[in-house]
């Protein structure tokens, strides 16, 4: 039932690829360039002018292309092939798993889901703050950041223009938008009001504003341009709201299946009971002629009670007082009221009004005299001749004047909500801010029947498109004019044509309406299509049922006019346009509203009333002006592009209707905009910018180019590498054809930035490490000087001091010999302590060591002898408990001849160290004759001696033998004499070192041979036994000179002794014995 008819079949609009032999008339060439360029033929590449700015350094090649995500392309420029079918396959395959969003370079295209999709949480907007454009999965909010940090950067001003038809996602794409800067954007707590404000406007706007139509539930009535200023720090300060024509016939009639603008069901369904009391309002929608038309008050999507809630408070946030809140309210009810009243003619067929209570709540509400209102809605007023006078309504004309006032009183409100909106939006401070203005405009609209408001909405985007068209591949086309730059040119479809026959001055659609509007005389719908016929009869794009062909025909009414517009042909019933276009309202019925007590309706009217006495301008014309303007505000700004598809009709979820979209891609251009963007020069930067931002990348330019900056670019692409085809000079620009070129070159530039950062970082870093060193150095030097000082001092302490001890010490030493006094105590201690010290390191180490004891100072001689004694008295302990049994006899044998010999005789001294022994001869060597002989007497000792005999002194050698009570002389076996100890009366030696002995014997024993005289080597040994066998200590006698002996009882002689140098014993001629020893040596 749709008359959209497929666009190429009737246009052939963007035939590519290669466009017919003879182009249609609707294919305008961007140059009609006489020699198309050779390379690229026929369908040559151009650029559109996607505002290069888009291309500033935050663009990332390698990320878009690593990002060909798992799920199809996420730029379309990636496509392989530029198809149709490509495109729509891809668009196909991400719809089905979700991912709405893809790109055509800058551009994006958004597919509705129909469903909640969990991408728009903070989480979500964080992740998108501030990172490249391409650099992670295509969103709104990675075009809503670019575009902010554009105008930030660049300091500009930019808009987002929301286009696609109704239902596509527009106003859902803008208040995303929106959110996203609310949340992005630095903010103060002054600014979370403007904020707030911002935010909250759309629920109040959409109440007023939107409807459900058969496209959309919630379906923008009325256009909406909003700027959002930010300051120099990136900060929403302020806004402000263009709103155009509002779809006002909503309000008395609508459509089957549509309803009346949202405020009314969510008044009668959320309204509190005292309001809609106050109100005279019922809680039924069916009870008001207003709201039944449709006949679908109440729809499943909407839920009207929490809506009211919503805006109720929105109203409140955009700082609408009570009063105007309860005055809003008034009127929203009262045109509800308005619709109840009704007429029934009288007997002459006038109107006469019939519901009067309906008719008492709107003066009630409106604050108006309800005779007046009555005679206003009856009947206008007719100056005659300065007479006035009363001309009744048909029922017809009544109903047409009610219709009038609910809806003026309707559009009027709507406008007044806007400005106060805006007023409390609105940034008083002068500074100059930069704005991001949001386009969210009514899309290409197509219904069963199409009226004035299709007319003036499908013009509206005829004009977007133009500026499109304008913005993007003329203004390129008139760059690359002015850059001297060989133009590529490309076939496109331009719709100038189409905005002319609506709008050309004189000759255009409009101009016919209002000229038929304002023409006296009969006009009526119908004189209008016939003058469009006239006007307009062979024009291309137009066709009514009386021009067209046969087939045509039959799709057209009579009634019914068809523009061929680019998004494809719609066919309008005339019926109704000049009453809208008029939009007529009595003067009665304004100047009483001019008198309401509802402010907001005084207000309303009396604005309204101060042009009154100039006709006022139609709505078409109004309209078309504000186009204009609206133009005029884009084209200043920088463009960036959401182009919403709508996946199927029926609002389904997971539903990709491919027709649909494949219309909708044809008609929004998505695939001239694909070739363009793929064709000719992608970027393009004045040289100035190009250099100084890429000019660390060539030494040669960095860091300072002197020459022009042409030739520095110059210079720095050749050093680039880039190859002749990619790029072109221009007169100031430089001109990059394929983005890759330009992203390679960003790349480097961004690895360049860290190298120089890191440059920098190390630099900076060396700086502060040499600052750190320094410091440290002094530190230490110091720290150095602290400490040699506090050494010096110590060391000048220890010199005084030591000084001190040595004054000390001499003191000492002078008054060593005094008394113990101050000046010699500590010597004395020192010198007692160091002779000890000594001392103890020289103790004589034998008892016999008479020597070595060290001399002590006077003052210790005292404590040294006490030492001494107690030192050797310890050494002779030591040795004494030292000592065998053997050794201790030893030695009382030694004293025994220590006592007997010591002083007396010469070679004792020698003696005494030569031990004794027990005998010195063994028992074997004892003849056993004798050892018999002697057997009853203990041999204690024996030794062998040489005996002198009495007579002539003869030397004999015998064993002298000491038994326990005599000595034996024995020769060999026989005993030559016993001598009984008790018969030894004395025992001489000499005091000479010679060894003889004599033994004095009694004489009274007559078997006694006298005298004795024997020589024994072991003397002192012998004598020492024998004293202490015999116990004759007493008798042994030493004598000096000579020995008497008595040889015989009675005979004397005597052995003489002498010293001489030979030790000799002979008879000597005096008849004794002489024995000569030589000299004892002195020790
Ligand atoms: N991004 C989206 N995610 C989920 N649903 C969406 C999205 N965009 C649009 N819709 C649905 O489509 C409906 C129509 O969208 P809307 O923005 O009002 O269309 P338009 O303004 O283009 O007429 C919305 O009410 C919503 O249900
Ligand atoms: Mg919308």
């Not at 300065?386 to 559009?411: C, E, N, T």
């Not at 006694?1008 to 024994?1016: P, S």
């Amino acid at each position: 039932m749709a008359p959209f008819q497929r666009f190429s079949d009737q246009t052939n609009a963007a035939p590519l690829p290669p466009p017919p032999p003879s182009p249609s008339p609707f294919l305008c060439t961007a140059n009609p360039s006489p020699t198309p360029h050779p390379k690229i033929g026929q369908i040559s590449s151009i650029v559109f002018r996607l505002p290069s700015v888009k291309f500033t350094g935050q663009l990332d090649m390698e990320g878009a292309l690593t990002a060909r995500g798992r799920v199809g392309i996420q730029d379309f420029v990636l496509l392989d092939e530029t198809t149709e079918e490509a495109f729509l396959s891809n668009l196909k395959k991400r719809f089905n798993k979700d991912l709405i969003y893809t790109y055509i370079g800058t551009l994006l295209v958004s597919v509705n889901p129909y469903k909640e999709l969990d991408m728009y949480n903070s989480k979500q907007m964080d992740l998108y703050m501030g990172v490249n454009f391409f650099e992670l999965p295509p969103h709104i909010y990675a075009l809503a950041d670019n575009a902010y940090h554009t105008m930030l950067t660049e300091f500009n001003n930019h808009f987002i223009l929301i286009s696609g038809e109704s239902g596509a996602g527009k106003t859902e794409a803008s208040k995303k938008i929106l959110q996203y800067y609310a949340v992005s954007c630095p903010s103060t707590a002054l600014l979370n009001t403007v904020r707030d404000k911002m935010l909250m406007s759309n629920p109040v706007l959409e109440a007023f504003g939107n409807a459900k139509t058969l496209k959309n539930d919630n379906s923008s009535r009325f256009g909406k341009y909003m700027d959002i200023q930010f300051d120099s720090e990136g900060e929403a300060v302020g806004g402000h709201i263009l709103n155009y024509l509002l779809e006002k016939s909503r309000v008395v009639h609508q459509n089957h299946g549509e309803r009346n603008f949202h405020i009314f069901y969510q008044l009668v369904q959320g309204g509190e009971d005292d309001l809609l009391h106050q109100l005279g309002l019922e809680r039924d929608c069916q009870h008001y002629k207003y709201l039944t038309q449709g006949e679908c008050a109440i729809v499943s999507s909407i839920n009207d009670k929490n809506e009211w809630k919503t805006v109720k408070n929105a109203l409140q946030v955009i700082s609408i007082d009570e009063i105007d809140t309860n005055h809003l309210f008034g009127i929203v009810a009262s045109v509800l009221h308005l619709g109840n009243i009704e007429f029934d003619p009288d007997s002459k067929g006038r109107a006469l009004l019939t519901n009067k209570a309906a008719l008492r709540w709107v003066s009630n509400l409106l604050g108006v005299d309800a005779h007046t209102l009555q005679e206003g809605l009856t009947s206008r007023k007719i100056e005659a001749y300065k007479d006035q006078v009363l001309s009744p309504f048909s029922i017809d004309h009544a109903i047409y004047a009610r219709d009038a006032l609910a809806k003026a009183m309707y559009g009027q409100t709507f406008t007044w909500l806007v400005n106060r909106i805006n007023e409390s939006m609105e940034n008083k401070d002068s500074t100059r801010k930069t704005v991001i203005g949001l386009l969210d405009i009514y899309g290409f609209e197509v219904f069963y029947v199409n009226s004035f408001e299709q007319f003036c909405i499908n013009y509206c985007n005829e004009k977007l498109q133009q500026l499109f068209i304008q913005l993007t591949l003329k203004s390129e086309q008139e760059e690359y004019e002015a850059e001297d730059i060989e133009w590529e040119p490309v076939q496109f479809f331009n719709n100038k044509i189409i905005c002319d026959l609506v709008e050309e001055k004189h000759r255009g659609i409009i101009s016919i309406l209002d000229e038929e509007c304002l023409r006296p005389g009969e006009a009526t719908d119908l004189t209008f299509l016939d003058r469009l016929e006239d006007k307009m009869g062979n024009h291309p794009h137009f066709v009514t049922h009386k021009l067209a062909d046969k087939v045509t025909r039959k799709t057209l009414e009579r009634g019914d006019f068809r523009l061929l517009h680019y998004a494809g042909e719609v066919t309008y019933c005339v019926v109704g346009f000049l009453d809208k276009n008029n939009d007529l309202l009595y003067r009665n019925i304004k100047d009483l509203m001019c008198q309401s007590k509802n402010a907001i309706v005084r207000e309303c009217f009396s604005t309204m009333a101060l042009d009154s006495r100039r006709r006022p301008e139609t709505v078409a014309t109004q309209f078309k002006s504000s186009l204009l303007k609206l133009t005029e505000i884009l084209m200043a700004k920088e463009a960036w592009y959401i182009r919403c598809l709508k996946s199927n009709e029926s609002k389904q979820p997971g539903q990709f209707d491919e027709a649909l979209i494949r219309h909708q891609v044809k008609y929004l251009g998505l695939m001239e905009h694909l070739r363009v963007r793929r064709a000719g020069f992608a970027y393009r930067r004045k040289y100035e910018v190009f250099l100084k931002r890429y000019k660390p990348l060539c030494p040669a330019t960095w860091p300072h180019w002197r020459g022009m900056p042409a030739d520095g670019v110059e210079v720095l692409i050749q050093h680039l590498g880039y190859l002749p085809n990619e790029y072109k000079m221009g007169r100031t620009k430089i001109f990059i054809r394929h983005p890759r070129t330009l992203y390679a070159t960003e790349d480097a530039y961004e690895r360049c930035k860290h190298e120089l950062a890191t440059r920098l970082q190390a630099k900076y870093r060396g700086y502060r490490a040499k600052g750190e060193f320094r410091k440290q150095k002094e530190a230490a030097t110091k720290i150095e000087t602290c400490w040699r000082g506090v050494q010096a001092r110590k060391e000048r302490e220890k010199r005084a001091w030591a000084v001190k001890v040595i004054k000390k010490f001499i003191k000492g030493y002078m008054t060593r010999g005094e008394a113990k006094n101050t000046d010699n105590s500590e010597y004395l201690v020192f010198v007692r302590q160091s002779y000890l010290n000594r001392l103890k390191l020289n103790l004589p180490k034998t008892v016999l060591d008479k020597t070595t004891w060290l001399t002590p100072p006077a003052v210790v001689k005292e404590a040294s002898e006490t030492l001494r004694t107690l030192h050797y008295r310890l050494m002779v302990r030591k040795y004494v408990r030292g000592i065998t049994p053997q050794k201790k006899a030893q030695i009382q044998m030694k004293l025994v001849t220590s006592s007997l010999f010591k002083g007396k005789k010469d070679g004792y001294p020698q003696s005494v160290a030569l031990p004794f022994l027990d005998t010195r001869i063994s028992e074997q060597d004892i003849n056993p004759k004798v050892l018999q002989l002697i057997r009853n007497e203990r041999i204690k000792y024996t030794v062998p001696v040489v005996k002198y005999h009495r007579n002539g002194f003869k030397p004999k050698p015998r064993q002298l033998i000491l038994t326990q009570t005599a000595a034996y002389v024995v020769d060999e076996a026989k005993v030559t004499q016993r001598v009984v100890y008790s018969f030894l009366k004395g025992i001489s030696v000499s005091n000479l070192t010679d060894g003889t002995v004599v033994f004095h014997i009694t004489c009274e024993d007559p078997k006694q041979k006298g005298d004795l005289v024997m020589q024994c080597d072991h003397l002192f040994e012998c004598l020492t036994k024998l004293a202490v066998i015999a116990n004759k200590q007493d008798v042994v006698t030493v004598v000096q000179g000579s020995i008497k002996i008595e040889t015989q009882p009675g005979r004397e002689s005597a052995v003489d002794f002498s010293t001489g140098p030979e030790p000799m014993v002979y008879k000597a001629k005096n008849g004794h014995l002489m024995v000569v020893t030589t000299r004892a040596r002195v020790r």
